[in-house]
């Protein structure tokens, strides 16, 4: 068993050299013998997928590894027990996408698909157009209406929940946000939020997938600003309806937002420095949250009423932006309600 361990050490640095500027000395003979570390390892999943005792500790192992490598080198990208099924798959796809591979295999390994008897490379195939099929959905998700119910939206986000199922099974936490950082990273914006976004919404809230989609969205500050610059403001107000931590964090958002903005004597108005985050659209953003269910009102109401109270509880317009919006989307609520009596 120890030998199998140490064959497993041997074989992940081989992956992770494969995606590194060191494949630029490999040859021919490199290339072969680490399909034949492939070969063996995936013989090896086949045999102890369902042998507990041997299997957790190859997953032991490999959790070890991933730790090692993500500290020595830059990318990394963790090798979980699944990913020795299909291990040549991975290997093909690295060495393919790395610019630093000698053009002479890269010509060998692209004549490797025209060879349609080989069963490693009719999986390549079925990968590659899988993969293309899929940025093409994901073109036409941009264009889309943003809209909960797009039918297409629906199926792509059931298809990511299920995808990241597959990636995260049996890894720990830390590997488990690392590795839908990876898949995530590969979709291109504002796309990935459209996605992320109807999971969110339709998946129950406590399912492991919605709490790393969770924390992959709040961890990143820069990132979670550009996901609520890229949504309509009622489906924002949607997602912090059924999650607390992401209440917190767009509310934080839109602090930070009113707190940047500064107030033209001139015209009489508050302004920023981009249209993006002009004065109406963080007005349309508080409505949105005024007219959610009574514990986001009332979250949202004691955040203004906080914010006002640090600026001194003035009720003179242009001191604080947060009595000026305050009035202003409760006069709005008041004709809306009016309007609809």
Same mark, same amino acid.
């Given at each position: 068993?120890?030998?199998?361990?140490?064959?497993?050490?041997?074989?992940?640095?081989?992956?992770?050299?494969?995606?590194?500027?060191?494949?630029?000395?490999?040859?021919?003979?490199?290339?072969?013998?680490?399909?034949?570390?492939?070969?063996?390892?995936?013989?090896?999943?086949?045999?102890?997928?369902?042998?507990?005792?041997?299997?957790?500790?190859?997953?032991?192992?490999?959790?070890?590894?991933?730790?090692?490598?993500?500290?020595?080198?830059?990318?990394?990208?963790?090798?979980?027990?699944?990913?020795?099924?299909?291990?040549?798959?991975?290997?093909?796809?690295?060495?393919?996408?790395?610019?630093?591979?000698?053009?002479?295999?890269?010509?060998?390994?692209?004549?490797?698909?025209?060879?349609?008897?080989?069963?490693?490379?009719?999986?390549?195939?079925?990968?590659?157009?899988?993969?293309?099929?899929?940025?093409?959905?994901?073109?036409?998700?941009?264009?889309?209406?943003?809209? !909960? &119910? *797009?039918?297409?939206?629906?199926?792509?986000?059931?298809? %990511?929940?299920?995808? /990241?199922?597959? +990636?995260?099974?049996? $890894?720990?936490?830390?590997?488990?946000?690392?590795?839908?950082?990876?898949?995530?990273?590969?979709?291109?914006?504002?796309?990935?939020?459209?996605?992320?976004?109807?999971?969110?919404?339709?998946?129950?809230?406590?399912?492991?997938?919605?709490?790393?989609?969770?924390?992959?969205?709040?961890?990143?500050?820069? !990132? &979670? *600003?550009?996901?609520?610059?890229?949504?309509?403001?009622? %489906?924002?107000?949607? /997602?912090?309806? +059924?999650?607390?931590? $992401?209440?917190?964090?767009?509310?934080?958002?839109?602090?930070?937002?009113?707190?940047?903005?500064?107030?033209?004597?001139?015209?009489?108005?508050?302004?920023?420095?981009?249209?993006?985050?002009?004065?109406?659209?963080?007005?349309?953003?508080?409505?949105?949250?005024?007219?959610?269910?009574?514990?986001?009102?009332?979250?949202?109401?004691?955040?203004?009423?906080?914010?006002?109270?640090?600026?001194?509880?003035?009720?003179?317009?242009?001191?604080?932006?947060?009595?000026?919006?305050?009035?202003?989307?409760?006069?709005?609520?008041?004709?809306?309600?009016?309007?609809?009596?």
């Amino acid at each position: 068993m120890e030998a199998i361990l140490e064959n497993l050490e041997r074989f992940v640095e081989v992956l992770a050299v494969s995606q590194s500027d060191s494949v630029k000395d490999w040859d021919h003979l490199t290339v072969q013998r680490a399909f034949q570390w492939c070969s063996y390892f995936q013989h090896i999943h086949q045999r102890f997928q369902t042998h507990g005792l041997i299997r957790t500790a190859l997953e032991d192992r490999l959790c070890v590894i991933n730790k090692e490598l993500k500290t020595s080198m830059e990318n990394y990208r963790f090798v979980s027990f699944e990913d020795l099924g299909f291990c040549e798959e991975i290997l093909y796809a690295f060495l393919l996408q790395n610019p630093a591979l000698p053009k002479v295999l890269y010509e060998f390994l692209l004549s490797e698909l025209k060879d349609g008897s080989k069963p490693m490379v009719n999986c390549i195939s079925r990968i590659i157009r899988l993969k293309a099929a899929s940025q093409v959905l994901l073109s036409i998700t941009s264009i889309l209406p943003n809209s !909960l &119910f *797009e039918p297409l939206l629906l199926t792509q986000a059931h298809s %990511l929940i299920k995808y /990241l199922e597959s +990636r995260t099974k049996h $890894l720990s936490q830390e590997e488990q946000l690392d590795r839908v950082n990876e898949v995530l990273s590969r979709i291109p914006r504002p796309c990935v939020f459209q996605l992320v976004s109807t999971v969110l919404a339709i998946d129950d809230i406590d399912t492991n997938i919605s709490k790393l989609l969770e924390q992959w969205l709040v961890e990143d500050v820069v !990132l &979670f *600003e550009s996901f609520c610059s890229s949504l309509h403001c009622e %489906l924002l107000a949607k /997602l912090a309806a +059924r999650n607390s931590k $992401l209440e917190a964090a767009y509310l934080s958002f839109l602090t930070k937002w009113g707190q940047s903005m500064e107030y033209d004597t001139v015209n009489g108005c508050w302004r920023s420095n981009t249209f993006e985050r002009a004065w109406e659209k963080l007005q349309d953003h508080f409505s949105w949250l005024l007219k959610g269910p009574q514990t986001l009102r009332e979250a949202t109401q004691s955040t203004l009423k906080n914010l006002i109270a640090q600026d001194g509880n003035f009720n003179v317009c242009g001191i604080s932006i947060w009595t000026d919006l305050l009035l202003v989307i409760k006069g709005s609520l008041s004709g809306d309600g009016a309007d609809s009596g």
